[in-house]
């Protein structure tokens, strides 16, 4: 298996970027966009456990749009073969005293990049 193909990395990061820009700006269509519509979907947030792509749009939905800057720090996308790839990185936000973490699975569909899971919590 060919692991971080330069070209595969950059559409990565690129969909990446994409989807950072859109949440801290509360873009909820494109943070729509970018999670596979499948029921199989999965997103634990912080203090959220949603299943399914129709869970997952109605808390982006009904979100608070206040509160959403941060700053990433040790952001690492690894890339399997042409399809498959995870983002992980670490941040930080002016009102939370804790360090976020996140974590998305990325797959290659008819759409493009989309994520199919995803985890966010919070360190102590």
Request: charged share 25%; aromatic share 10%.
């Amino acid at each position: 298996m060919d692991i971080d193909l330069p070209e595969i990395v950059a559409e990565v990061e690129a969909a990446f970027a994409r989807y950072e820009t859109a949440l801290v700006t509360n873009d909820v269509a494109v943070l729509d966009e970018l999670f596979w519509n499948d029921p199989r979907t999965v997103r634990y947030g912080a203090t959220e456990n949603l299943y399914g792509y129709d869970e997952i749009r109605a808390f982006r939905a009904g979100r608070s749009p206040k509160g959403l800057a941060r700053t990433l720090r040790r952001t690492r996308i690894t890339t399997f073969g042409r399809d498959f790839a995870t983002a992980m990185t670490l941040f930080e936000r002016d009102t939370v005293a804790r360090v976020g973490r996140q974590s998305q699975t990325w797959v290659r569909t008819e759409a493009g990049w989309q994520i199919v899971a995803a985890h966010v919590s919070l360190a102590e």
